[in-house]
């Protein structure tokens, strides 16, 4: 006899706690912590189920582990446990999160955290190019692919809106990679998406936007409704609305976000709540934290039923493969931008060296890496 909704309820608010409490490492450790605990320990999918369910959030915007956790609570539990697979794996990275921003706010400008933040910053850099290196290597499936994200690269340093260029390069891969089914159709032409009404150039530098609630919502809802790709490409979308569109945050504090995010268990989007917390205390770092992750409870709600029809699907493959490499250009254009604020002397382009030797030669979770890197930050004062 199968347990009744009550007890499956409670057993996927558990399991989510926990690896919400204890799954450090980012996206990849997270769907592997969670194949284990309901694969193999639990019995509650097969393993086929699963890869379909991890194909299914590289098809949707958003945090791949975290909706990797909503569909198996929607599977286990229904619609209550949707809800509650989402928000248990959150919650506790939001509360840690919220925590270090507390601290940091009150304490970032002290020497003491400056030294820390100076060894931590070459880490995460280093940590990134791994991430970019290692999803690169699985993203260029052909010369189209690797045009396309040389091209997103190339004309992110031009000032094209990020959006577009995630559009542009999903629709050219997409296009040509079935440039043979549309000749066979033959078919006089096709529909393009309008881009009208969306800004295609960006200003390097623009006027300084005054800081608001509401639209630190909307922009991070907006964040969250379009970012494909890892974590790590949310770098691109906070830099081009909260360094160079509002003016509200600098370079140095966005790879402090980062950085926290990458510390703490549970996802990296949790960066969004430290990015809330300083720019507008408790209420910012909520309305962050409810805007980057509500597309990812409704893109998981509409596509959990279709899961098996999409798979399978020539065009949509086509299309992540261009959104794919188009996140990847944008995550290398950004981490090129950061990567010069946070190399600042021989010191920091040491221990980003020694960091990206040791992830390449050795399992190492990032968040010793990230320790090591803020003891090296307090060492090196002794040096300078």
Not at 81 to 110: D, K, N
Not at 144 to 171: P, R, S, T
């Amino acid at each position: 006899m199968k347990p009744s909704l009550s007890p499956r309820l409670v057993e996927v608010a558990k399991l989510y706690l926990k690896l919400g409490t204890l799954a450090f490492g980012g996206p990849a450790a997270h769907i592997a912590m969670m194949h284990d605990e309901t694969v193999k320990r639990r019995k509650w999918l097969s393993d086929q189920e699963f890869l379909d369910l991890v194909g299914a959030t590289n098809l949707i915007p958003g945090p791949n582990s975290t909706e990797m956790a909503i569909h198996v609570g929607f599977l286990r539990a229904g619609w209550p446990g949707l809800i509650m697979g989402g928000l248990c794996f959150i919650l506790p990275a939001m509360l840690i999160v919220i925590a270090l921003a507390w601290v940091y706010v009150r304490f970032g400008a002290t020497p003491q955290a400056g030294r820390l933040m100076y060894g931590v910053k070459p880490v995460v850099i280093a940590i990134i190019v791994q991430a970019l290196w290692i999803l690169g290597r699985k993203a260029v499936k052909g010369p189209l692919v690797a045009v396309a994200g040389l091209a997103v690269l190339i004309l992110y340093f031009f000032g094209i809106n990020v959006i577009v260029l995630l559009i542009a390069g999903g629709l050219l891969v997409m296009t040509g990679s079935n440039l043979g089914r549309l000749r066979r159709q033959a078919r006089a032409g096709f529909l393009v998406p309008s881009m009208a009404g969306v800004n295609l150039l960006v200003p390097s530098v623009l006027a300084a936007v005054p800081f608001g609630l509401p639209l630190l919502f909307l922009t991070f809802l907006k964040i969250g409704a379009v970012l494909f790709g890892s974590g790590y490409v949310l770098l691109a979308f906070l830099r081009a609305d909260f360094v160079v569109r509002f003016g509200w945050l600098t370079d140095h504090q966005l790879i402090d976000a980062i950085a926290i995010g990458q510390v703490t268990p549970g996802p990296v989007f949790t960066a969004a709540t430290f990015i809330g917390y300083i720019l507008g205390g408790m209420p910012g770092a909520l309305l962050a934290t409810l805007g980057i992750f509500l597309p990812s409870f409704v893109f998981v709600a509409i596509s959990n039923p279709l899961i098996p029809r999409i798979r399978n699907s020539a065009w949509v493959s086509g299309l992540l493969d261009g959104v794919n490499i188009a996140s990847l250009g944008l995550m290398a254009a950004v981490t090129w931008q950061l990567g010069r604020a946070s190399l600042t002397d021989p010191i920091t382009v040491l221990i980003a060296l020694i960091a990206f030797v040791v992830l390449v030669r050795f399992t190492i979770n990032s968040t010793w890496l990230i320790a090591g890197g803020a003891i090296a930050g307090l060492l090196s004062a002794a040096f300078r």
